[in-house]
């Protein structure tokens, strides 16, 4: 498996990402043991508190503590009972677990400021490619959501690439969050950062491609941006 790079990516892009300093990290064991070992090998971020709980109780009484002890805090994986105790947004590859709701969006977006829904708009985005070893590498893109209220229905996000002719040529469905932040937990007026990994296919030819979001509820029809 010389040639499988896919688990080294995760780990560095985990740890490349802008944590700030001394913030913890929550995931079971294998995840920060691969965190563990760059820090020890390749000495990334040695301020990083890294903590294994493989039970998820075991993480909500982590991530409680830890916020409670004024750590910034961010889970490898959705957490089951968390969307009921905190707000959520995505960070790379990361969940950043927020004890109150954050009232201000990110800096450096490009900001479109659309509403979707009656609930949900639409603030900004951001497009960048994560470093690795995938050729190509994929499109990172990073919605900023706001919610306008509380309430709705749950819905899921489509993010797609399309081609100057209009075909898609990369998509990612998911729950919000990496799967973790359903939108019916979101909170009037909190800022949500939602990413997805676009995996481009091999030998796209050089040229202009469009981003395309659909917010849709799996029964119903879908909203566009």
Do not use: C
């Not at 996000?157 to 469905?173: I, K």
Request: charged share 20%.
């Amino acid at each position: 498996r010389s040639h499988d790079w896919h688990t080294h990516d995760y780990g560095m892009d985990m740890l490349s990402q802008p944590l700030p300093g001394g913030a913890a990290v929550v995931g079971i064991l294998g995840e920060v043991t691969l965190l563990r070992y760059f820090q020890s090998t390749h000495h990334l971020r040695p301020d990083l508190l890294l903590v294994a709980a493989d039970r998820p109780d075991q993480r909500l009484a982590t991530v409680s503590r830890l916020l409670d002890e004024g750590y910034a805090v961010y889970l490898t994986r959705q957490l089951a009972g968390a969307p009921e105790r905190w707000s959520l947004s995505a960070l790379g590859p990361l969940i950043r677990v927020h004890a109150r709701p954050p009232a201000e969006p990110p800096g450096d977006i490009t900001v479109v400021d659309v509403p979707i829904t009656p609930h949900i708009g639409l603030h900004g985005y951001t497009i960048t490619r994560p470093g690795g070893h995938a050729t190509p590498p994929p499109l990172r893109l990073s919605l900023v959501w706001q919610a306008i209220g509380s309430g709705g229905s749950d819905l899921k996000v489509s993010a797609r690439l399309l081609a100057p002719d209009g075909e898609v040529v990369a998509q990612a469905d998911a729950v919000p969050v990496h799967f973790a932040y359903p939108t019916m937990a979101w909170r009037a007026g909190e800022f949500i950062t939602d990413v997805y990994d676009l995996v481009l296919p091999d030998g796209l030819p050089a040229d202009s491609y469009t981003p395309l979001v659909i917010l849709y509820d799996p029964g119903r029809d879908a909203a566009e941006v």
